[in-house]
């Protein structure tokens, strides 16, 4: 298992990647490409994490983060994993971008003190080149500023052309769990859908153009609460590889809800709005795509045992759940619906993580309940927001909204969003 040698560049990719397409096949040849590498393969962590200073299981590290840190005992030297993640800092644009989530899941191979960023570059440029047969002309890579070494293997060892290797900064490209903990300089694999278009300037913040689709984290440092970094007593690899954005590549759709990991779930609701997912309009595939997303977070939030509430991570269920709801009743679906989209979800991904199917009942009698009590609530919301709505000048003053949520239970954040809707 000894590093590539800096002195030889990386063999030529093959094509023995190319049948692989499908979400479970992508999963399964990064798992394996790992686990013959001396990796042991672990299952994915609850969504619920250990650490008390992290909300949900957010990366593919968070399970890993007091091995990192030097106060557990690492469960192997190397490891691999598929985590089941959520995030929701970003919840307004799920449905509206090609690539935004809830609720994903991250391929990812770690290094517990063991190889570092040489043998960590090359495994993920062979996996990428000759497992899953990219196109090299197709990628590009990042590097944080300051990282000469990664540049140098990235040119010298795997042969990227210099031009083909961008430096970003600090809010780019290094990485970090959260305000304390283990970090460090990242670099990151994109693909490029237009590689005709040239390589001067090369605009990574283009969406149309490129999708960050590996992430590979050099972690060496842990950062206390006042930003200063100590170097970790062992250096650690964490990379994370969005199964959602390489099965969009693999595919060739034009965005990750178009693949078989969501697409099932669109029309699944599709059908029961009595619509086809492909001839409507922006507003309405929007709010399929925001069901399929929120459907696969839900469901897998309850059956790691979160109910809803109005704290903490119960209340992130229950504004997930409430944003399904209204987003169905925009495209006509008036009946519950939750626990179909819940048993969709279910076949959908039982067979990757069987406690979806273990724990059925509890899952959709939770669906069932907070559908019933947010459907009351909702009908008496819209009322009086519409009424708000239509007095002129429109605007919604503080003292309205808080009134809405006092006394009508009508969340906040579901005032803002209608208001946005209305250009309020």
């Keep these: 298992m000894a590093p590539a040698s800096s002195s030889s560049t990386v063999p030529q990719p093959g094509r023995s990647g190319t049948s692989i397409r499908r979400g479970t096949e ?5 798992l394996t490409f790992y686990a013959e590498r001396g990796h042991a393969r672990l299952p994915s962590a609850s969504l619920v994490p250990e650490d008390p200073t992290v909300l949900l299981t957010i990366a593919g590290m968070v399970p890993f983060k007091p091995v990192f840190l030097g106060q557990a005992e690492r469960p192997a030297a190397r490891a691999t994993s598929s985590q089941k993640c959520i995030r929701t800092n970003d919840i307004e644009n799920v449905g509206r971008t090609t690539r935004h989530h809830t609720f994903f899941e991250m391929l990812g191979n770690f290094s517990f003190g063991d190889y570092f960023k040489e043998q960590a570059i090359v495994w993920a440029w062979q996996l990428s080149t000759q497992v899953f047969a990219l196109d090299p002309d197709h990628l590009v890579v990042s590097v944080f500023r300051e990282d000469d070494e990664s540049f140098r293997i990235w040119r010298d060892v795997v042969g990227v052309a210099p031009r083909r290797i961008v430096r970003l900064g600090e809010d780019d490209n290094f990485w970090a769990s959260g305000p304390t903990g283990p970090c460090g300089p990242c670099s990151e694999l994109y693909y490029d859908f237009r590689p005709g278009d040239g390589d001067e300037p090369l605009n990574l913040e283009d969406e149309d153009r490129f ?12 950062r206390d609460a006042k930003g200063t970094l100590t170097p970790l007593a062992n250096r650690n690899i964490d990379t994370g590889m969005g199964l959602e954005r390489m099965a969009r590549i693999l595919q060739k759709v034009p965005n990750n809800y178009e693949t078989d990991l969501l697409l099932p779930l669109i029309e699944a609701a599709a059908a029961l709005a009595g619509v086809d997912y492909r001839h409507q309009d922006e507003s309405v595939r929007t709010s399929l795509k925001v069901i399929a997303d929120h459907s696969r977070a839900i469901t897998h939030l309850i059956a790691d045992g979160v109910t809803a509430s109005n704290l903490g991570r119960g209340y992130i269920l229950r504004r997930l759940l409430r944003r399904v709801i209204r987003h169905g009743r925009q495209i006509g679906i008036e009946d519950p619906f939750l626990p179909v989209m819940g048993d969709a979800a279910i076949h959908l991904m039982a067979e990757a993580y069987p406690i979806l199917r273990d724990r059925q009942e509890e899952i959709r009698s939770e669906l069932v309940r907070e559908e019933a ?3 009351e609530t909702l009908e008496r919301g819209e009322k009086l927001l519409a009424q708000i709505l239509a007095a002129e000048p429109a605007c919604i003053s503080g003292e309205q909204a808080f009134e809405l949520y006092d006394t009508y239970g009508f969340p906040l954040e579901l005032t803002e969003e209608i208001a946005e809707e209305h250009g309020v």
């Design 373 to 375: 009590r947010f459907l």
């Design 26 to 30: 992508i999963r399964e040849a990064f």
């Design 211 to 222: 999708i960050e689709f590996y992430n590979l984290v050099f972690m060496q440092y842990n």
